[in-house]
Nanobody, 124 residues
Framework: QVQLVETGGGLVQAGGSLRLSCAASGRTFSVYAMGWFRQAPEKEREFVAAITWSGDSIYYAESVKGRFIISRDSAKNTVYLQMNSLKPEDTAVYFC?????????????????WGKGTQVTVSS
């Protein structure tokens, strides 16, 4: 089992920044990659960014490329999502997820463990 806890959400004005953290505990040695997903009201959950636990591969959704940065601190078992130049359309609940097996990183159904999410609201 892997437990994930997201923190760092909140309310910010458009153009502002937030940093989300995802602390992992449990069998973290079995994790291949970590991802961030988001879900806005009445919309499907969508991929935001992912990073392999080794840090050698990083992927972003086109909608956040150039604005968001994913990183990890393996010593702290923590993954971060630095969100800059935030837009109202970034408003959503942001989820952290852990994937055990090698493979595609942008599909939510391929992840094995999920956090409960943290709300990010961007006002215009």
């Amino acid at each position: 089992q892997v437990q994930l806890v997201e923190t760092g959400g909140g309310l910010v004005q458009a153009g502002g920044s937030l940093r989300l953290s995802c602390a992992a505990s449990g069998r973290t040695f079995s994790v291949y990659a970590m991802g961030w997903f988001r879900q806005a009201p009445e919309k499907e959950r969508e991929f935001v960014a992912a990073i392999t636990w080794s840090g050698d591969s990083i992927y972003y959704a086109e909608s956040v490329k150039g604005r968001f940065i994913i990183s990890r601190d393996s010593a702290k078992n923590t993954v971060y999502l630095q969100m800059n130049s935030l837009k109202p359309e970034d408003t959503a609940v942001y989820f952290c997820a852990a994937k055990l097996g090698v493979g595609i990183l942008h599909r939510s159904r391929d992840y094995d463990y999920w956090g409960k999410g943290t709300q990010v609201t961007v006002s215009s």
